[in-house]
């Protein structure tokens, strides 16, 4: 290459940038450029041709200053002038100008094309890759619609020189990257393949980068790269240090091309020839050994550049996922990095980890090096590394670890960053979550969480430990008293107080047996915190006073005389006010069954996503989250080849409630919240029902929810092949719905059923919601409700999908609805069958469950006066019409609760009828297609003995007696 | 209050940093360098706000005097001490240039230190800093002495000791006045003119003078004419004049010119400027510019420019010079003229035209063509307008000394004894004519 002579100096340049440098201030200097500029526009005005050189010198006078930042508006077509030259540096100093200072000029652009097509077609490669140079450095649209078929033409040309190969395929590389649809495929492609094999490493190198690229757009024509790279990466790998000469760096052959072939392997699956593929293993191996090979030098460059080479050979080996033997040795490898002196190398090995804890063969090896990242962890200095150790933590993360490493990041915690504090408190109550075994653990980990980091703790964090809790009826009471015990502590965080305030109002009675949590203790507890929280925790301490006038009837009026204060019943805030207001009135003029009704325990929380993981997510951007299924889940859709998007967000499927649906009921208790709310579109958060003006969430029936196990099943249970095995006992589960109409009807750890029913006269429609609660797809999702030979006369189902046919597969986290309506022709005592099918990772599942459809549901309460009644009770006094029915109390004898019950089983509660004040009755008329049938109740209890007697006369026998079965169970 | 003050020569370099207060950190010096005088974009705004802190400056050639604070100031406070630190700077060692900031600093802190108390402008009066703060070595001062200069700068008049004498008694009084001026192309309308002058005075007298000094202000001259005669209203109003604004030198009595409008003072020794002052009506413009510009196709551009002396024919204007923008691509230039010299300064982007001297009511003419590089670019030149520089030996705005009285009741010398000199100077400010 014709290097710049030294005669060739421009001196005149040479002293305008010395005076330039010289001046005292920004005024003179302007000075002096206004003088050059009026120089040189005289030069080139004057009527005499200039010759090259000063042509050249002016041209590079002009670039200098326009890079000093001055707007330069002539030159350009002496610079193409330039372009034309057949001098090196004349040409050179022309395509500088042009590719600096690019003018739009039309006129202009064309001659510059011209200038560039010319040098492209000449045989002088120092021309040729001037040319080169200055089209990949505009890189303009206009350039790419001009050059880009020429340039794969001179790419693939047989007698192009290396140094122009190698220009050539940078150039396109470039072009590819401004404007990739102007970049032609066709059949060069498969001979820029083969350029994997030259001789010459530098255009191997930058034929690798541009393959690579190429290869990502579209993988299938550059298939046979993947041959043609492994044998090229094993030759490098396998030759010595000394065989590439050039390409040598401190040592390591070729580090940039091993890493860019690396790179490349990387688009592609594993390969399928086994030539091939144990020829990449090897080389891998090889990489992998040369790693414990002792360092050939000292100097830091060398171990940077090996290093490089094996941290992108451990990506593709994490990429393939496909040889356990591999993944192992890479993980031992990055243990090695662990405890490396480098923090760089520390960070990047962390950084691997984290990916190759997803992948199952690698899993075990990784968690073999928790003791070392919990010492990263705890000694790193370096935040972003500590970072990378949390994040390892949690991809490693199982249920036989996960004690441990929740109790290490809830250690750390309290020392830890700020910036980083959040994410780990949502990483703590995820995990927390995900592999709780017991959820007393559970409950006392997040209450653990909200005192460390309670400034940190977000609100879906807390949102969720109440769904849990609400869910899980066996750790309420326990809940009740861990936070009953935390907030006794002098300071504690309002995340707390709102935990608190939310799960005593709740389950408060659960421990108001014990003397040192006593009703009047926990209210005092809870409103010595009152005046230190914020507003919405305020509105929220308020409901949950007015919870407690409904569970401790007892400190009624210390709630009331609090809710009459000045401070609420005129406080500034609006809503405060409002509460407090109406509050106050509710508890001075409802009745206590009201009161029960409406301020009845919250309903189950429909199962989905936790809310926490979405916060993650958005927090890191899909697909950061390591999480396991998810991350191997995409793996397995790349290597398959397939394009297909496979959604990781999960809450792609939203359902809205019908809206109607109270309004269809009829039955008149207003202001009714649905409580099986199917998954709130997006943000899938848990809604704050305190924030809705409504005093309390009332559900159709008063049934406490602990009065009943909850149907949780384990998974070996339902995990058969044999359809209708197990169907999911049943009565148990129907009775739950004898006297409501909303609630989850099933559940387990890989779905959710969630119903929401409502019935008028013989006519009955029921939403069923199936969440899915794991975060891989259900395939092949089909239900189907089986009526017994005999029911079938009775009862006509007709099952309506909502989302046609149901899609047959129900993403992770996705929730679909079906409705089911259904017509009552006659009495009928059996409930249908649901039966579910799916696909869940492979195996087959198959679950039924019996619809809770009873015949009460088809109940029309009548209200009569006691004359009425009694009249009525005496026509049916035939033996076969009454049944009669005495049994021992399950529950506490409530009176509100029993009232509210026999409300909900759908007969009117008839007051002041029987002469026994204690005594409930109740009417109503049972409506089927064909007949109508009355029905009248009766429910004497006895305190002392804790027995009832049930008494019920229909018109029919078999009436009477399937209501009878029904009722007497909710005692 | 001013926080602290800092002088930077052209590099940005600090030569002098005094900080009068705690809230203005080490770091303001380099703000200011950083944002104000290393700034990308030429910064025009003489106040700068940087992190809440103000920074206003002002310029002496190469040299930037930038005063600090982080309170809500008076900015007109704030300049009128720079201006005047830049007086007494001038007054003790000459031109303000870094060579001689550099060689005089020890004086400068100790001038600082005077003049301004915690961020408070304090006597900043020259001659009566002259008196304590010398540049000779220190002599042993009288008991006193000392105790003259402490009842000076603490009591009233602290503008002037007592005990001055001299053998002649000397007045010089100088009105400075330089006019600004915006012309439409035609040269038909003033689109705006306004003069800003000055009275400055030199006063050599013995002892504690009073002195009155008269103008043509037209409300002193109107109230004057209701008294007398209509006649000597009549012709004294044709000579008056109409001020806008002014303001005076402390030793002015202000409620004196504030109920009877007469400028009654006790002057300072030596130099001072007494008024300052601005007018807008009827302004005598000493030059008319008409310019003419023709373009003649892309490459060249012809320009005519005639001006035209406005006084009497017997004064004499001086240091005339007109500057002739030219477009930005010029690429070169051919002159003529009748009087004077004619250049292209292609380092200024403008042709400059100079007369040494020009009477009154005399016109002189310049032609120049003008050959232009074609370039891309489409932007049009902007044309700026034509500038002009002079000096008249008169008042542009019309202002007219009518008496200097000068009484000392306590010496036996009278208003006759004292030699007084006018001078009238009117220059130009902005002059600029559109083309």
Known sequence: MPAVSKGDGMRGLAVFISDIRNCKSKEAEIKRINKELANIRSKFKGDKALDGYSKKKYVCKLLFIFLLGHDIDFGHMEAVNLLSSNRYTEKQIGYLFISVLVNSNSELIRLINNGIKNDLASRNPTFMNLALHCIANVGSREMAEAFTADIPKILVAGDTMDSVKQSAALCLLRLNRTSPDLVPMGEW???????????????????????????????????????????????IVTSASTDLQDYTYYFVPAPWLSVKLLRLLQCYPPPEEGAVRGRLTECLETILNKAQEPPKSKKVQHSNAKNAVLFEAISLIIHHDSEPNLLVRACNQLGQFLQHRETNLRYLALESMCTLASSEFSHEAVKTHIETVINALKTERDVSVRQRAVDLLYAMCDRSNAQQIVAEMLNYLETADYSIREEIVLKVAILAEKYAVDYTWYVDTILNLIRIAGDYVSEEVWYRVIQIVINRDDVQGYSAKTVFEALQAPACHENLVKVGGYILGEFGNLIAGDPRSSPLIQFNLLHSKFHLCSVPTR???????????????????????????????????????????????????????????????????????????????????????????????????????????????????????????????????????????????????????????????????????????????????????????????????????????????????????????????????????????????????????????????????????????????????????????IECVSDFM?????????????????????????????????????????????????????????????????????????????????????????????????????????????????????????????????????????????? | MIGGLFIYNHKGEVLISRVYRDDIGRNAVDAFRVNVIHARQQVRSPVTNIARTSFFHVKRSNIWLAAVTKQNVNAAMVFEFLYKMCDVMTAYFGKISEENIKNNFVLIYELLDEILDFGYPQNSETGALKTFITQQGIKSQTKEEQSQITSQVTGQIGWRREGIKYRRNELFLDVLESVNLLMSPQGSQVLSAHVSGRVVMKSYLSGMPECKFGMNDKIVIDKQGKGTADETSKSSGKQSIAIDDCTFHQCVRLSKFDSERSISFIPPDGEYELMRYRTTKDIILPFRVIPLVREVGRTKLEVKVVIKSNFKPSLLAQKIEVRIPTPLNTSGVQVICMKGKAKYKASENAIVWKIKRMAGMKESQISAEIELLPTNDKKKWARPPISMNFEVPFAPSGLKVRYLKVFEPKLNYSDHDVIKWVRYIGRSGIYETRC
């Open chain 1, 539 to 821: 509105a929220l301490l308020l409901s949950t006073y007015i919870k407690f006038v409904n569970l401790f009837p007892e400190i009624k009026a210390t709630i009331q005389d609090v809710l009459r204060s000045d401070s609420q019943l005129r406080n500034a805030d609006v809503e405060l006010q409002q509460r407090a207001v109406e509050y106050l009135r509710l508890s001075c003029i409802a009745s206590t069954d009201i009161l029960a009704t409406v301020l009845e325990e919250m309903p189950p929380f429909p199962e989905r996503e936790s809310s926490i993981l979405t916060k993650l997510k958005k927090k890191k951007g899909p697909g950061k989250v390591p999480d396991m299924e998810e991350t191997k889940k995409e793996r397995n859709s790349d290597m398959n080849g397939s394009t297909e998007p496979v959604s990781v967000n999960s809450s792609a499927v939203t359902m809205s409630t019908p809206s109607t649906s109270t309004d269809l009921l009829g039955l008149g208790l207003a202001p009714v919240l649905n409580s099986v709310a199917p998954a709130s579109a997006g943000g899938s958060l848990l809604v704050d029902v305190f924030s809705d003006n409504s005093p309390a969430v009332a559900s159709l029936a008063p049934t406490a929810e602990e009065n009943f196990s909850s149907p949780r099943i384990g998974s070996a249970d339902v995990v058969s092949d044999d359809p209708a095995a197990a169907v999911h006992d049943a009565d148990e589960l129907v009775n739950k719905f004898v006297c409501k109409n909303n609630g989850v009807l099933f559940e387990n750890q890989l779905m959710q059923i969630g119903l929401k029913s409502e019935f008028r006269q013989n006519l009955g429609r029921m939403y069923i919601f199936y969440g899915n609660k794991t975060s891989t797809q259900f395939l092949s999702f089909s239900t189907a409700v089986i009526c017994q030979d005999a029911l079938k006369t009775h009862i006509l189902l007709h099952l309506f999908c909502i989302t046609k046919q149901v899609d047959p597969a129900v993403d992770g986290g996705a929730q679909v609805q079906q409705i089911l309506n």
């Open chain 1, 189 to 235: 492609t498969s001979r820029v393949v083969h350029l994997l094999n030259d001789q010459h490493l530098g255009v191997v190198t930058a034929a690798t980068s541009l393959i690579t690229t190429l290869a990502q757009k579209n993988p299938e024509e550059f298939k046979m790269s993947v041959s043609l790279a492994v044998s090229r990466l094993s030759r």
């Open chain 1, 830 to 971: 059996e409930a249908p069958i649901l039966n579910i099918q799916f696909r869940y990772g492979g195996a087959l599942q198959n679950m039924s469950v019996k619809l809770p459809v009873t015949l009460n549901k088809f109940f029309q309460p009548t209200e009569m006066t006691s004359q009425d009644f009694f009249q009525r009770w005496k026509q049916l006094s035939i033996p076969q019409q009454e049944v009669q029915k005495i049994f021992k109390a399950k529950h506490p004898m409530d009176t509100e609760v029993t009232k509210a019950k026999i409300i909900g089983f759908g007969v009117a509660l008839l007051d002041m009828v029987d002469p026994n004040p204690s005594n409930f009755t109740g009417a109503g008329v049972i409506h089927t297609k064909n007949i109508q049938v009355g029905c009248l109740l009766r429910l004497e209890p006895n305190t002392q003995a804790q027995m009832y007697r049930l008494t019920l006369r229909t018109s029919r026998e078999t009436v009477s007696q399937r209501l009878c079965e029904l009722l007497s169970e909710q005692f």
